[in-house]
Structure formats: C-alpha cells, structure tokens
C-alpha cells in the first residue's frame, strides 16, 4: 500500500501552549489508536522509499523537522538485576562483566545532570538495575533526585522496574516528567527473551502510569531474532495504546558477549528505517527515538533514520549508554552531526495532550484511511 497525505484535512491548530516539540508550529492534532494488524502490516510492508517519504510528510506535519531532542542517561544503580532480559548486560543471569554499582547519592546525580544539560541534553533519564521498585529508603531517595534534578531545568525520566499505582504517583508528586517502561517487542515473543514477568506486568505498570501527569516512554528493541510479524505486532501494541506513548525509543540490539543475544546478526539498515518510518506514521504526535544501536550506524544511515521520522537521540558524555557494555556516541560528535543535517537540539519541552481533529492518509487504491 502506498499512503499518501490527506492535507485537505489537516487543521491548523496549536497543539499547545506550553513549550511544545512544535514551538508553536501549526499542528495536526488527531492521532488514532484503532489500527488492525493488516492495516499496519500494509504500511510496514510499503516500498521503503514510498514508506519514508510518506513518514517525511506526516513528520513535517506534526513536528518542528528541524529539531531533535537530546537525551542521556544516567545509570543511578548499576548491575546485579534478578530479571533475565536477555539483551541486558546488568541482569545477573547473564555474564557480561559488567560490576554492580549501589544507588547514587543525590549529589553525584545532580552533577552528572548539570553536564548533561550543559551539553545539550534536554531530558535526562535515570535507570536502575530493579526488577521493581521498593518502599524503601532508595525509592525516598530517588524522589530526592527526581525533584532536584527537574530544579535543573530538564526534564526528567525514570527507567526503574515495574511500579505500583502509589509509587506512580509519588513520582509524580516529585515533578517526574516521563518514566520509561518498554515493551521491548511482540507480545507473543516477549517470554523468548525475558522468563522472570510477564508481558502483562509490563501492561500493569504502564497502566499505573496513566493514572498520573507523568509521560510516557515505551518502545522496544529490534535485532534480537524476531520475525517480521513480531515487528508488526510490537508496532501495532504501542500505536494501538490509547492515548500512544509521549515518546517511542527504537533500540537496534546492542550485542553484548556473555548474554544469550551476543551473537545476534546485525540488523541490515533497511529494517531499521522500516521500523522508524512505520512508528512515525502510526504515531505522529509522539517522539522517535533513535536509542541504543546508534553507534553502529554511518553518518549517512543516521540522515536516513531522521528522513524516516527520528526526533530524538540518546548522546552521552563517557561513550556509553547504561553501561559501558552498551556504547553510545558523545555529545561532541553529536552535535556536529545535527549541525551537519542542519538540526538542533531542543532546549527543554513538554507536550500537552492534542485535541481532537481527524486527519487522514490517502491509499494508493484510492482509500482514506484515517489517522
Ligand atoms: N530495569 C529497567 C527496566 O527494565 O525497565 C531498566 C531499563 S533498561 C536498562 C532500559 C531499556 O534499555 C530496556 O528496556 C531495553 O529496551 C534497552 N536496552 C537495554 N540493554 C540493551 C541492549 N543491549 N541493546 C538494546 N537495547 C537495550
Ligand atoms: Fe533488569 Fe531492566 Fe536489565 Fe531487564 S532490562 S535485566 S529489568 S535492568
């Protein structure tokens, strides 16, 4: 299927008055959530270069296309995790070497956060190596670091393990902004990769979420030997989510010896792109993020992944991502290649929730198919 643009339809609506992606763009303000498999095995299987001009178009309608989100990570607890995710290199069941590390003080947090958002980042995210989170002293202290590290003027993501309803929303009573949750791929193939919860316990926890202000991060990685169907069904759980998630990390694997995946072949550029540009037609509004994998890419396979709908990047400041088992570029490099693409980084944002006025994408058989 080839789908093309309906712009007959498009409304010039401000998305929001706060400081939006947009900057105040015009904006097209209606996303749906009632997409079928075959609609978006239709589009995923599009010819690649149909399939990323049309990601271009919706991109360009929803998004500033000249800004990308910066974000880095911080790894506040490192290593020693009793889940068997078998991509990561901080689960105990896997032997990546990686050396466990207790919670950081709020201080050395608010240190590395300071140089983060010295560099550019807009958003900072802070990940521990939990199965869940505890009511404990840590969580006390990972409110403390939640609430001053938003005082820097970033906004502030968590990536802690799976949370209860009150915990949600004591992060939100400390101004989380965002809290990252993925489903890391297909429902019927997420107990091949993690044994230790279930797919449905991801779904609780996000569900726990949407009781709260806090946005939602939640995307999945590619790479670890699903099929295609797999990554239709990844992209029809997050684009059927309702309302989608604020922002959608795409991680290509990153292989790490000593996990069951490190031996994983490379993912040919082409899927990836296919995947983004999917994303970024069946969820418009929400921010694409080119994260773990990216090292891998040419300069030129980057430009292509912007071209395909990406607004967002993960940099960092040490050349790594968590840990040093999964590398990341620098912000140094970073910026260079956004100034070469003639992009910017956002300096902090938020998104209010869009109102709704439908808009559409037009099939080559003639179809409207609405977005
Ligand atoms: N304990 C938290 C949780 O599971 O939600 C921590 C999150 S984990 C470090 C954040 C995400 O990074 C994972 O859900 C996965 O999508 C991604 N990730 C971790 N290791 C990766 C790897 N080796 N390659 C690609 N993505 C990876
Ligand atoms: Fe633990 Fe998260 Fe790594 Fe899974 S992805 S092993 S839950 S740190």
Redesign the pocket.
Known sequence: MTVFVDSDRLSETRCCDRSCPTEGLPMTTHSRSDWTIAQVEEIFNTPLLDLIAQAQQIHRLYHDPHIVRVNQLI?IKTGG?P?D?A????SVHNDSGVRPKPLMSTAEVVAIATRARDNGASRVCL?????EVRDNRQFERVLDIVAEVTALGVEVCC????LTAEQANRLDQAGLYAY???I?TSPEYYETIITTRTYQERIDTIEHLRGTNITLCC???I?MGESMADRIAFLHALATMEPHPDSV?I??????EG?P?GDQPDVPIDETVRVIATARILMPHSVVRL???RHLLSFSDQALCFMAGVNSIFSSENNF??TE??PCTDHRSDRHLLETLGLRAKVPAGATPPSKVPVSIRTSDGATLPV
Do not use: F
């Not at 991680?251 to 790490?256: G, I």
């Open positions: 790894s995790c889940e995710c991509y990561c290199s901080q990940g521990a190596a939990w199965r990536t802690l393990g799976m990252n949750h993925n890391d995307g999945g990685i790479g990390p991680n290509v694997l990153s292989k790490v996990t995946l994260a773990a994998g991502m968590l088992a999964v």
